[in-house]
């Protein structure tokens, strides 16, 4: 990996593009809390309503499985949402455009708990999910904007930290409330979240500038460069494997392990636990070397997913693979910075794009990991199938070096021939 060309290497654009105003600096811990607690209200929403299902299935007079289409209708709000507004927002300052994404967010979670009936309540949760993937990806850029030198990763991490903690605070809390003052009481704890991330971003984030020349076309050149192609695919194949396993941890849990239904939620705390660790040592190691760990992180996914196919059968074993499962979001931040070094002047759109592609991973592994169920080859089976995709997605990056490698040889080759010619 140390002879991987400058293309694929080292990041190829300078995202200090972005202007700062004059005077005083920002400053960084500050402006990252107010990152981070945007996106621990994204993430408190995202996830909640999981754990609500039956309470929102009688409330609206639908059945469990149906109720589970709000939770496809916000993912297909996140990957929808992602590029459309990333292109279309591309010459906002950066303060404005966060402050109205998480208000559009904040708007859908309040309208959400005030739905009558079914279909508002899809339509609603779409609209919330739009601004989820945009407002991240500028949240990312801000971040690694005013992030000390050699620290880029560690910047995104900590913005990742609110989606990941929330998994372990923020969910738990709000289901509490749900399940004590009715699921709409989760919704508008979101609601009231999100209103606070507002207070603080307008208070914390400086006045930034888009780069200069930003534009919705621009924004579209990051769809004609491979390697955003090729990142993108790590992330929606590869990172699929943790959701084939985690989708359906609560019935392997119970029907494998022999689990008490008492214990599951300890082992969700487990994996909301292991996230939150991966994303922390995820954005340190990034920042040390961005291709290794990548790498090493889709080869490290590969084996705890496949050991889960033997640990789910002892409650001990497996709740220790859940949390090394949930430590696997190491890649997040690796990716996210990787997009922004490879999509040359069209950042915005590339670093929203992650995480529509976290969200088709998300689809991908819950459909191939209940396919691999339904087959009758039983519920450990989501443990091989997710380490095929953790494969899958170490091919992508294979592919991605193979690709970039043959890309930056060719002046040089080019050069030789003509020098032959002239000689």
């Given at each position: 990996m140390n002879a991987s060309p400058p293309a694929l290497d080292s990041a190829v654009t300078d995202i200090s593009s972005f202007s700062l105003p004059s005077g005083k600096p920002a400053n960084f811990l500050r402006a990252v809390l107010a990152l981070g607690v945007g996106g621990f209200a994204i993430g408190t929403g995202e996830f909640v309503i999981m754990g609500l299902l039956p309470e929102?299935?009688?409330?609206?007079?639908?059945?469990?499985?149906?109720?589970g289409h709000v939770i496809s209708a916000y993912a297909l709000g996140v990957v929808i949402g992602a590029p459309v507004l990333a292109v279309l927002a591309a010459g906002w300052r950066r303060r404005a455009l966060l402050i109205a994404l998480m208000a559009v967010f904040a708007a859908g979670n309040f309208a959400s708990a005030a739905a009558p009936n079914y279909l508002l309540l899809n339509l609603l949760r779409f609209a919330a999910g739009l601004p989820h993937g945009t407002y991240f990806g500028v949240a990312?850029?801000?971040a690694a904007t005013l992030a000390p030198p050699g620290r880029r990763a560690r910047a995104v991490g900590l913005v990742m930290l609110g989606l990941t903690g929330a998994t372990l605070v923020g969910v738990p809390i709000a289901a509490w409330l749900g399940q004590f003052f009715g699921w709409r009481a989760a919704f508008v704890f979101v609601g009231l979240?999100?209103?606070?991330a507002i207070a603080l971003l307008r208070r914390d984030i400086p006045d930034m500038a888009p780069a200069a020349g930003a534009s919705p076309w621009r924004e579209l050149g990051a769809l004609r460069r491979k390697q955003v192609w090729f990142t993108l695919g790590i992330a929606a194949i590869g990172f699929g494997g943790m959701f084939s396993v985690f989708s359906y941890i609560k019935p392997t849990l119970i029907e494998v392990a022999g689990m008490p239904v008492g214990g599951v939620p300890i082992v969700l705390a487990l994996f909301g636990l292991g996230m939150v660790v991966g994303n922390l040592v995820g954005?340190?190691?990034?920042?040390?070397?961005?291709?290794?760990?990548?790498?090493?992180?889709m080869v490290y996914a590969a084996l705890v997913l496949a050991v889960f196919t033997f640990t789910a059968h002892n409650m001990v074993a497996a709740a220790v693979n859940v949390f090394l499962i949930g430590t696997?979001?190491?890649?997040g931040?690796?990716?996210?910075?990787?997009?922004?070094?490879?999509?040359?002047?069209a950042q915005t759109l590339a670093a929203a794009l992650n995480h529509s592609a976290f969200n088709m991973a998300n689809a991908l592994g819950a459909w191939l990991g209940g396919v691999a169920i339904a087959s009758g080859l039983g519920w450990t089976s989501t443990g091989w199938v997710g380490?095929?995709?953790?494969?899958?997605?170490?091919?992508?990056?294979?592919?991605?070096?193979?690709?970039a490698r043959a890309a930056a040889s060719r002046p040089a080759v080019?050069?030789?021939?003509?020098?032959?010619?002239?000689?």
């Open positions: 929102v299935a009688k409330d609206i007079g639908v059945s469990i499985p149906q109720a990312a850029l801000v979240i999100a209103l606070v954005s340190r190691l990034a920042d040390k070397s961005l291709l290794r760990t990548i790498g090493g992180v696997t979001v190491a890649i931040p690796a990716l996210q910075i990787r997009l922004m070094d490879v999509a040359g002047d380490a095929l995709l953790a494969l899958a997605g170490l091919g992508i990056f294979g592919w991605a070096l193979a690709s080019t050069n030789a021939l003509a020098g032959e010619r002239n000689g």
